[in-house]
């Protein structure tokens, strides 16, 4: 399968900071890039896809304006959690694909973001 | 909207067992359906991906079915080990993009 690397795995920062989340594609190029929220004990959440090059587009409930996604290149994408709030604090996920190639989404190992 | 269930929520079995963890979805309209695997603070491992075309796919002890008319898919574990303890997630593709609804997710523990 594909490689996907998230960077950071662990971020603790300070509330009303913000935090930049690294999503590559090592080994492919990567049409799409999903991020997934996921809360203690509950199962992941899409919050915005993103396609190389275009704006990303964010699922409902999930504000635009707080979570800044960057798309600029084919193996690369970032989320930037602005002006963070202790209820950010959260795991998140990324994953890419590319249609056509593959059928399926790889993961990234996730970012256990801690707002303090 | 698609909604994702997974039953039970939580399983505790001993060694060496055979169980079946449970995948129910309200639209049929699927790509294709997902099992994976996530240790407690970590990301995710894809275990099995059966496309929509398919009834099943087998890895090793694992093997997962899919009935797309009943809107359901199993994923039964042969001869459990501890170090399948983990939390067991389904996703379903909806054939938008490769983006995924996940299940409520089924917490494994299979003790000594």
């Known amino acids: 399968g594909a490689v996907v690397s998230q960077h950071p795995s662990r971020v603790i920062c300070k509330s009303g900071t913000s935090v930049k989340i690294e999503c590559r594609s090592l080994?492919?190029?990567?049409?799409?890039m999903f991020w997934y929220r996921q809360f203690p004990k509950q199962s992941l959440m899409l919050m915005a896809t993103?396609?190389?090059?275009?704006?990303?587009?964010?699922e409902q409930g999930v504000e635009k304006d707080k979570f800044l996604i960057n798309h600029a290149s084919l193996t690369l994408s970032t989320l930037t959690v602005t002006s963070a709030h202790p209820e950010d604090s959260s795991f998140y996920i990324c994953?890419?694909?590319?249609?056509?190639?593959?059928?399926?989404?790889?993961f990234g190992q996730g970012t256990r973001l801690t707002v303090v | 909207k698609q909604e994702v269930t997974q039953i039970p929520a939580a399983l505790s079995v001993p060694e060496g067992e055979n169980l079946v963890l449970n995948c129910s979805f309200t639209?049929?309209?699927?790509?294709?359906l997902q099992w994976f695997r996530q240790d407690p603070g970590k990301g995710l491992t894809s275990l099995l991906l059966?496309?929509?075309?398919?009834r099943e796919q087998t890895s090793g002890r694992l093997n997962a079915s899919l009935d797309k008319s009943s809107g359901r898919s199993t994923l039964y574990i042969a001869a459990s080990q501890p170090g399948d303890s983990a939390t067991y997630l389904c996703?379903?593709?909806?054939?938008?993009?490769?983006?995924?609804?996940f299940g409520t997710g089924t917490r494994l523990q299979v003790t000594l």
């Open positions: 994953s890419a694909t590319a249609r056509g190639r593959f059928t399926e989404a790889f």
């Open positions: 080994d492919f190029q990567a049409t799409t």
């Open positions: 993103s396609n190389e090059g275009s704006k990303a587009t964010y």
């Open positions: 639209d049929s309209a699927i790509y294709n």
């Open positions: 059966i496309q929509s075309s398919q």
């Open positions: 996703a379903l593709d909806t054939g938008t993009a490769s983006k995924l609804t």
